[in-house]
Nanobody, 115 residues
Framework: QVQLVESGGGLVQAAGSLRLSCAASGGIVSINAMCWYRQAPGKQREAVAGITSGGITNYVASVKGRFTISRDNAKNTVYLQMNSLKPEDTAVYYC?????????WGQGTQVTVSS
């Protein structure tokens, strides 16, 4: 069973930056994609960014140019560098990973951007 633990959330002013981390541990065999999702109050969870084991990335349009996803395969860790944050980025951010056809989720970390 893979466990995912996020860290790095917090309160930041608009235009500020935060860096989220998500470390995977446990029954790791070969993690494929790692992704960041977010869920704002009253809204559905949405995919924010994803990265394959080979480093191919994709982003939702609203964060392109502001967020950067990266991963350290040796540490089984994925990062999300968030710059130029906006109040509408406020949400609980979740890390997700896929391995051997199964998806795993972290508990989430709160990101709050004040105007």
């Amino acid at each position: 069973q893979v466990q995912l633990v996020e860290s790095g959330g917090g309160l930041v002013q608009a235009a500020g930056s935060l860096r989220l981390s998500c470390a995977a541990s446990g029954g790791i065999v070969s993690i494929n994609a790692m992704c960041w999702y977010r869920q704002a109050p009253g809204k559905q969870r949405e995919a924010v960014a994803g990265i394959t084991s080979g480093g191919i990335t994709n982003y939702v349009a609203s964060v392109k140019g502001r967020f950067t996803i990266s991963r350290d395969n040796a540490k089984n860790t994925v990062y999300l560098q968030m710059n130029s944050l906006k109040p509408e980025d406020t949400a609980v951010y979740y890390c997700a990973a896929s391995q051997l056809g199964q998806n795993y989720w972290g508990q989430g970390t709160q990101v709050t951007v004040s105007s």
